[in-house]
């Protein structure tokens, strides 16, 4: 309706100077106008030209003072012909009403303000700030003080108003015929399609985005890592078990059973099964002796070792529990040298927040061989302790998004205590690390929130988006 009275009206006249007042005089919603004045622009059949106005709409106040008069004209017929005390008058008005007719009241000399009693000091008021805002909402001009003195009290604001100003284009036609889209069966049996005009092919329009996999930050941090360890001579451990013994997440590293990483608070335990079935016996033997008694130079813990402590399952708290199997394995045969790594998920019960999980993903590596010392852009080092390692150091690297240094890792040297048990040489030396990889991967990806990177709080277009990971190798 409304583009028939624009081409319509444009026919036998040079224009439309304002858009605003032709819909008010059609009684055309002047949204529902612009929208065809921008259709009709976009294909030509019209020029048009930009009108900005500024008007003044009221503001909720002023829009109430319009319906139940002025706070200061309510204030002055509270107020009977002998006169109120003034908490009479108080209690009768609301107070804002109260507060703000009061000022003006008296600023307008309508009243006088006794200790005792507050009188009328005129016989009659006009209510001119009701008039002027109802004028104003009909549409009205009012002059410029007056504007000026509503702006001030906040009972009108402005607003900008836009619309167009049009003339014919240069595709104008009185009619715009809907062009066709497809050629059916009911345009050939009719043979309209002689007479139809075809909307053209758009060759440039964007296809259906392809929907495919996607790798997760996590996974292309992980890969890269793979490449590293991979390029230096590493060879992978298996770590694909989630579920572990205490005695190779914790004994067999020389970790006191009264460990405070060994309880519940720290760790899952397993109810069901809830502990292990099997274990190498001689060496069990042996780890028990060097926790009670010591030995290698060592003294021990100097306490009772108890079996079933060993026994108890858990969720693996770090992958060097899949480091001690390996390393006891590699005891039993005649030594060579190797270094080994894995990255996989390990479980601590942690509170969660915005840079821990209650499971992450643990980088590890070791190097082992005979004879080795520890030889050393943002990182940096801080000694630590860790039952199983002398000397320890915690890693750090620098979140440049948090401008903080994080924990991404925690390394060391694996003490005697826990390697001779398994048999190695004793000249052969572990130097062993882990970091998780969900850190990295947050300074990597910028990336300030655990809980947007893993777990069930991930918004999948980020795992759609990232960009690919380089960690300066190719
Ligand atoms: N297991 C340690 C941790 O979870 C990491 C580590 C691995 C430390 C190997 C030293 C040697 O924090």
Not at 334 to 341: G, I, R, S, T, W
């Amino acid at each position: 309706m409304a583009e028939k009275a624009v081409l319509g009206f444009l026919e036998k006249n040079e224009g439309i100077p304002d858009s605003g007042q032709f819909a008010a005089e059609r009684g055309i919603n002047h949204d529902e106008l612009v929208n065809v004045i921008k259709s009709l622009h976009g294909f030509g059949f019209v020029d048009s030209q930009d009108i900005k106005r500024e008007r003044w709409v009221l503001t909720d106040e002023g829009r109430a003072y319009a319906a139940t008069g002025s706070p200061e004209v309510q204030f002055f017929l509270a107020i009977p012909t002998e006169g109120i005390p003034p908490e009479e008058l108080q209690r009768k008005l609301n107070p804002s009403v109260f507060k703000i007719g009061r000022s003006q009241a008296m600023k307008n000399q309508w009243v006088e303000m006794g200790k005792q009693r507050v009188t009328r000091k005129v016989l009659n008021v006009e209510d001119t700030v009701k008039d002027l805002l109802i004028w104003l909402q009909d549409g009205q001009a009012i002059n410029p003080e007056d504007i000026d003195a509503l702006k001030r009290r906040k009972l009108i604001a402005p607003q900008i108003w836009k619309g167009y100003s049009i003339r014919k284009g240069t595709n104008y036609a009185p009619e715009r015929k809907k062009a066709a889209t497809d050629l059916t069966r009911d345009h050939l049996q009719r043979g309209d399609w002689k007479e139809l005009e075809f909307k053209e092919y758009n060759f440039s329009a964007k296809g259906q985005p392809t929907e495919g996999g996607h790798l997760h930050p996590l996974l292309k941090v992980r890969q890269q890592l793979q490449m590293i360890f991979l390029q230096m001579g590493f060879e992978e451990m298996p770590t694909n078990n989630f579920v572990e013994s205490s005695f190779w997440n914790f004994d067999a590293l020389f970790q006191p059973q009264q460990h405070p990483a060994r309880d519940s608070h720290d760790t899952f335990f397993l109810q069901v099964p809830s502990t292990t079935k099997m274990l190498p016996e001689d060496y069990v033997e042996r780890v028990k002796h060097v926790h009670e008694l010591g030995g290698y130079e060592s003294r021990g813990y100097g306490y009772d070792w108890k079996r079933e402590e060993a026994n108890k399952n858990l969720l693996r708290t770090h992958t060097t529990a899949v480091s001690s199997r390996m390393l006891y394995l590699l005891a039993q045969k005649p030594f060579a040298p190797k270094k080994y790594y894995s990255i996989d998920r390990v479980f601590r019960n942690e509170a969660v927040d915005r840079t821990h999980l209650a499971e992450f993903h643990q980088i590890e590596g070791l190097v082992c061989d005979r004879g080795l010392t520890l030889g050393m852009s943002k990182l940096r080092f801080k000694p630590a302790y860790n039952p199983y390692t002398e000397p320890s150091m915690e890693i750090f690297g620098f979140h440049e998004g948090l401008n903080k240094w994080v924990e991404i890792g925690n390394s060391g040297m694996f003490r005697p205590e826990m390697l001779l048990p398994m048999g190695l040489p004793e000249d052969v030396r572990v130097i062993a690390w882990g970091l998780s990889l969900e850190r990295p991967t947050m300074i990597l990806y910028k990336i300030d929130n655990i809980r947007d990177l893993f777990g069930h709080k991930v918004d999948l277009s980020l795992i759609k988006r990232n960009p690919i990971c380089r960690l300066g190798i190719e």
